[in-house]
């Protein structure tokens, strides 16, 4: 009698953690039970709390844990393991079961929750191996005793919390907590739709919204059959036990949580969409994952032989270069799927449509923003002109003028100006378009043009492009849908179809008006046509957009991620201080929130340090860098580790990152990379960079210095708006709350803010 075998991802999070010679063991196992899981020598029997789940020997020591799921076609037995521990942690209340929501298996492990709520609820834990009690395992809890205060959840019944998907043994655990730390305990290790359900609930979330945001994300159509355990594996996400499983478990669990999706990602990332889609949530929720398995999702339905139909891109460079070796390791049992998608920044694609249209001799060097508004500058002092700031009319000009493709001074007239805050006159909006018709023609005749003008120009490419395609596919319908192929000359054949069926935009809040235009034409419009994903409290570019007024219907297929993967408690409730009571919108004409965001980490409360000076500051912070250093140069068995790439300094200024790589290089002999648009810049112990180079990266310990009022926010940068255009003072400080929210977020275990002389006002007081 053989077995087919498969791993829970709770048994592969718990194999990860063993010792080699266990995992070796376990392989071992693995084989024998496959070829016979009757062996006398497995020593399989069922527990007598709970006969679903029987209990092998791995050997003297250790114990596997596994549930019978039917039979295979072909007469082989089908088992899932379900945990792997030492025998002394093995107890007769386990629980497996399907849940009646999702219909996946669901396994439930007692022994980690806390004695007093245990007690409360009147449940006794019972070794399986008695004999080893000795050996100090947790003793069974007294007879119930009546709560001292009133309970976490005290508004909700056990019927309530059945219907939302929590798992039945947690029910009556779940109402007799009183605490934050009891209830935490509680779902350390509860399956994930309980998890959601009893933080969601604990958050006051109304359950109406708990029912909505996250029960009926994963709940399926068809009934659930509770005791069909065959076809409720089918819905479980596991793993085959074969010769592949070795390397990845030898990798460690950081690899599997970097690509783990939960339920409800799943659920996001395999729906058929009717047209555009988007996924919001606040830092470390999985945005970027999802958009990972999104891409592999679409690339898997897709035929050979296309040319990259599907494109992947983000706004920066250095976050392209992450999503595509992310990619690259997600791929990486298929890696021809690689072939099917194009993974390019924004502003590179743009480039490319430039040059595929270009004329000869008519290149243009492209200078960034500053070197433009440097530029402006000049242009306004040469012509005397004080009636307007150089930062308005750029903002003007990009936002409004190149957003809209407006080509003349009546349409401008007429333009939609929301969000500008500034209102201005007929007379006043003929002086700015007179200006930027000035400053367009400097720029011209220096053979020069900004990101932005490329990518209008690429836009209005692109556009034409796709109305040519429509109005081929038009003549091609009247005459019979015959193909046309045969009339084109070369440059014709560019026009048979758009360049990508399926598109994913990660940190799409960051891309100008002219970029959402540019990719809505590259793609017909239908089903799974774009795929979003993004957080507007994120922005740190001042690049805000409509995007149903660019043509991108997302409304009515939004969804939010609400659990962080990434940062602590205890880091997340200080960093949500920093956005607190701010609007942020929702990339349309609505706004977004962060409520219900919450963590199921824990670590140390953050730390907030205040100096007189800034040599003071530098000082500590050579101090707190040694520390960490120490800390992390042995891993959590004792063995020596390279600590490189662990620890990061994140500054507001550009001046300071200098000053912080040079005093913690020169003084306390401590090296450093510095983070650049192309990613860390040699292979110094300590990473340092400005805020903006955080986006898309986590650091274990993570360190934020010259935090001080007057550098954020840059206080010479925006007092000026105060008075003359308030409107704009708020976008500048949300901007700069975001960056600092940004930079927090970073931080995974650990983290210290600390500032000279005034602390800045975005600090939790």
Not at 24 to 36: C, I, L, P, V
Not at 256 to 266: E, G, I, N, R
Request: proline content about 5%; glycine content about 6%; overall charge neutral.
């Amino acid at each position: 009698m053989t077995a087919r075998l498969s791993l829970y991802p709770k048994a592969e999070q718990e194999l990860y953690k063993l010792d080699r010679s266990v995992k070796a063991t376990f392989y071992d196992f693995s084989d024998r039970f496959r070829q016979n899981p009757r062996h006398v020598s497995l020593k399989l029997r069922p527990l007598k709390g709970n006969p679903k789940i029987h209990s092998a020997w791995l050997d003297d020591s250790y114990r596997v844990l596994l549930t019978r799921t039917g039979t295979e076609p072909n007469g082989d037995e089908s088992w899932l393991v379900i945990a792997v521990r030492h025998r002394r942690a093995v107890y007769e209340q386990l629980s497996v079961a399907v849940n009646r929501v999702t219909g996946e298996i669901e396994f439930v492990d007692l022994s980690t929750v806390g004695e007093s709520a245990l007690r409360r609820a009147g449940i006794n834990l019972t070794p399986a191996e008695p004999e080893d009690v000795s050996a100090g395992t947790t003793q069974a809890t007294q007879p119930q005793q009546p709560a001292a205060t009133e309970a976490l959840l005290a508004g909700y019944t056990a019927e309530q919390l059945s219907e939302l998907g929590v798992a039945e043994p947690l029910i009556a655990l779940a109402l007799a907590v009183t605490t934050s730390e009891e209830l935490d305990q509680l779902v350390k290790n509860a399956p994930l739709l309980s998890q959601d359900v009893l933080y969601g609930l604990a958050a006051q979330m109304p359950i109406e919204d708990v029912r909505a945001e996250i029960t009926a994300r994963v709940a399926i159509e068809e009934p659930v059959d509770t005791d069909d355990f065959t076809t409720a594996l089918a819905r479980t996400a596991v793993t085959s036990v074969d010769e592949h499983v070795a390397a990845a478990i030898e990798q460690g669990d950081f690899r599997a949580w970097k690509y783990f999706l939960h339920p409800t990602q799943a659920r996001l990332v395999n729906r058929d969409y009717s047209g555009e889609a988007r996924v919001s949530g606040g830092p470390g929720t999985g945005k970027t994952i999802v958009a990972l398995h999104r891409v592999h999702h679409l690339a898997k339905q897709l035929p050979p032989g296309q040319n990259k139909p599907i494109l992947l891109t983000t706004f920066t460079k250095n976050l392209t270069t992450d999503l595509r070796n992310r990619l690259a390791s997600l791929l990486e049992a298929q890696p021809e799927l690689m072939d099917r998608v194009d993974i390019v920044h924004i502003d590179q694609l743009a480039s490319r449509v430039l040059g595929e249209n270009a004329q000869p001799g008519r290149t243009r060097n492209r200078i960034d923003d500053k070197v433009a508004l440097a530029e402006l500058r000049t242009m306004l002092f040469e012509l005397d002109e004080r009636a307007w700031e150089p930062e308005f009319l750029m903002e003007e000009w990009e936002q409004v003028i190149l957003g809209q493709s407006i080509p003349t001074r009546s349409a401008y007239f007429q333009a939609r100006r929301a969000g500008r805050g500034r209102p201005l006159t007929r007379p006043e909006r003929n002086a700015v378009w007179k200006l930027i018709e000035q400053f367009t023609t400097r720029l011209d005749k220096a053979g020069m043009e900004t990101w932005g003008q490329a990518s209008e120009r690429a836009a209005r490419y692109e556009i034409e492009r796709a109305a040519r395609i429509t109005a081929r596919q038009s003549y091609k319908d009247e005459l019979g849908a015959q193909d046309l192929r045969h009339r084109d000359d070369g440059s014709g054949m560019r026009y048979l179809n758009h360049r990508y069926r399926h598109i994913v935009i990660d940190e799409a809040q960051d891309l100008r008006p002219a970029h959402w235009k540019m990719l809505r034409a590259m793609v017909a419009s239908g089903p799974n046509d774009m795929f979003i994903t993004g957080d507007t409290h994120q922005r740190i570019y001042d690049n805000q957009v409509a995007l149903s007024a660019l043509g991108i219907k997302i409304r009515g297929r939004s969804s939010r991620l609400t659990l962080s993967y990434r940062t602590t408690k205890e880091i997340l409730a200080e960093a949500l201080k920093v956005v607190d009571n701010q609007n942020f919108d929702d990339l349309d004409d609505g706004t977004d929130t962060l409520n219900g965001y919450r963590s199921v980490l824990h670590g140390p409360a953050p730390q907030f340090v205040h100096y007189d000076t800034w040599q003071d500051e530098l000082e500590g912070l050579a101090t707190t860098m040694r520390a960490w250093h120490e800390e992390l140069a042995t891993d959590p068995t004792g063995a020596p580790r390279d600590p490189r790439g662990l620890v990061a300094i994140a500054v507001a200024e550009r001046d300071k990152v200098n000053e912080v790589m040079y005093y913690l290089t020169t003084k306390a002999h401590i090296t450093c990379a510095e983070l650049t648009k192309d990613g860390p810049r040699g292979d110094g112990m300590v990473h340092v960079g400005t805020m903006h180079r955080f986006k898309g990266l986590e650091y274990q310990k993570l360190a934020i210095v010259a935090a001080s009022d007057g550098i954020l926010p840059r206080t010479a940068a925006v007092e000026a708006y105060r008075t003359q255009d308030p409107a704009r003072y708020e976008r500048e400080l949300r901007k700069a709350r975001a960056l600092l929210f940004v930079a927090t977020t970073r931080a995974r275990d650990a983290l210290t803010i600390s500032w000279h002389g005034k602390p800045s006002p975005f600090l939790p007081s």
